[in-house]
């Protein structure tokens, strides 16, 4: 965690004449109910900081920092898995939510970029069928410390992407692995845009080989996406498929994985399907349904209802888990102010 203060106030003491910034304060109450168990209520404060600045020359380089942290507050059994740097101390769990810290140097056709940047490789849109980002307390992911190299080949068209990194990827109980050597290669084709992936990481002790395909595009009016990942230690194939589109102000999506459900990171068959209401111009009402398809079924229903009021914003929200094993609810109301 040291590393990632210095960095933080590194960014800060060089930047800070010229910084652009926006962000989010959120207070919310929520409580837990399980089957069983007394109800655990709890209240959590968190925040949302975007920080960037441009220098000029001769570095011309672009500083950016993103920041969410969290405060929880409530009975021990209102917490569930935290993330490996979060701390819970006597019912309050802290986040300091470091996301990302890096800088960036363009140079032509080439981004240059060192630091904490997110690094989504799933392609999926309800489920992550392999990632090498951790999570924060809240789910949220985070970056992965790094050295990375892309270059964009106008020749063959704006959607192509080479790109190399050098990654440690954070582990539970440790503040960095082995390095992660990464490689992959962007390209549309036919109207689908796709990327290959592999990369080599190493965990106590192990390392594998990991190859991956994703790729997205229009049929239609509706989009397809899907990707495949194959891991060589132990051997384990790893995917999704999915569609989604617009029914008039509806927008749906369906997919099928064979993904780890958070917070478990055993992968397991699943259906999942989302619809999304928009009420109005700034209202919104989603529903999620997943299905893990497995020894013991279980299904987790969402329902969420959001409301924009100029920089202010309302949400409401439910869900649980229903199986053999588990009966769970979880219902929090929270605001959110934008600035």
């Given at each position: 965690?040291?590393?990632?203060?210095?960095?933080?106030?590194?960014?800060?003491?060089?930047?800070?004449?010229?910084?652009?910034?926006?962000?989010?304060?959120?207070?919310?109450?929520?409580?837990?109910?399980?089957?069983?168990?007394?109800?655990?209520?709890?209240?959590?404060?968190?925040?949302?900081?975007?920080?960037?600045?441009?220098?000029?020359?001769?570095?011309?380089?672009?500083?950016?920092?993103?920041?969410?942290?969290?405060?929880?507050?409530?009975?021990?059994?209102?917490?569930?898995?935290?993330?490996?740097?979060?701390?819970?101390?006597?019912?309050?769990?802290?986040?300091?939510?470091?996301?990302?810290?890096?800088?960036?140097v363009r140079r032509g056709e080439v981004d240059l970029s060192a630091g904490l940047e997110r690094l989504p490789l799933e392609v999926a849109r309800l489920s992550a069928p392999f990632s090498v980002e951790a999570r924060n307390a809240r789910g949220l992911p985070r970056g992965v410390l790094g050295v990375r190299a892309a270059w964009y080949p106008q020749a063959f068209g704006a959607s192509w992407r080479v790109r190399g990194a050098l990654l440690y990827p954070a582990t539970h109980g440790a503040a960095f692995s082995a390095p992660t050597p990464l490689l992959?290669?962007?390209?549309?084709?036919?109207?689908?845009?796709?990327?290959?992936?592999?990369?080599?990481?190493?965990?106590?002790?192990?390392?594998?080989?990991?190859?991956?395909?994703?790729?997205?595009?229009?049929?239609?009016?509706?989009?397809?996406?899907?990707?495949?990942?194959?891991?060589?230690?132990?051997?384990?194939?790893?995917?999704?498929?999915?569609?989604?589109?617009?029914?008039?102000?509806?927008?749906?999506?369906?997919?099928?994985?064979?993904?780890?459900?958070?917070?478990?990171?055993?992968?397991?068959?699943?259906?999942?399907?989302?619809?999304?209401?928009?009420?109005?111009?700034?209202?919104?009402?989603?529903?999620?349904?997943?299905?893990?398809?497995?020894?013991?079924?279980?299904?987790?229903?969402?329902?969420?209802?959001?409301?924009?009021?100029?920089?202010?914003?309302?949400?409401?929200?439910?869900?649980?888990?229903?199986?053999?094993?588990?009966?769970?609810?979880?219902?929090?109301?929270?605001?959110?102010?934008?600035?």
């Open positions: 965690m040291r590393w990632a203060v210095s960095l933080a106030l590194l960014f800060m003491g060089m930047a800070h004449a010229q910084l652009r910034t926006q962000g989010a304060l959120e207070v919310a109450l929520g409580a837990d109910l399980a089957e069983g168990v007394r109800a655990a209520p709890s209240w959590t404060l968190a925040g949302h900081l975007e920080a960037a600045h441009t220098l000029g020359a001769p570095l011309e380089a672009t500083l950016t920092l993103a920041l969410d942290p969290s405060v929880r507050v409530g009975r021990a059994a209102a917490f569930g898995a935290a993330a490996f740097d979060a701390g819970t101390f006597g019912g309050v769990a802290f986040d300091a939510g470091l996301t990302e810290a890096y800088a960036l992959g290669v962007r390209g549309s084709f036919g109207g689908f845009e796709l990327e290959a992936t592999a990369l080599y990481p190493s965990a106590h002790g192990t390392s594998s080989l990991v190859v991956g395909l994703g790729g997205s595009g229009l049929f239609g009016a509706t989009v397809l996406y899907g990707e495949a990942w194959l891991l060589t230690q132990p051997l384990e194939a790893r995917g999704a498929l999915g569609a989604s589109g617009y029914l008039g102000a509806r927008l749906w999506t369906l997919e099928a994985a064979y993904a780890a459900p958070p917070p478990s990171t055993a992968p397991a068959p699943q259906l999942a399907g989302q619809l999304t209401l928009l009420q109005r111009e700034a209202d919104a009402l989603t529903g999620t349904v997943r299905l893990l398809v497995a020894d013991t079924p279980e299904l987790q229903p969402a329902l969420t209802y959001s409301a924009l009021s100029g920089d202010e914003e309302l949400t409401l929200s439910a869900g649980g888990s229903w199986g053999e094993r588990v009966r769970a609810l979880n219902v929090s109301v929270g605001v959110r102010s934008f600035f």
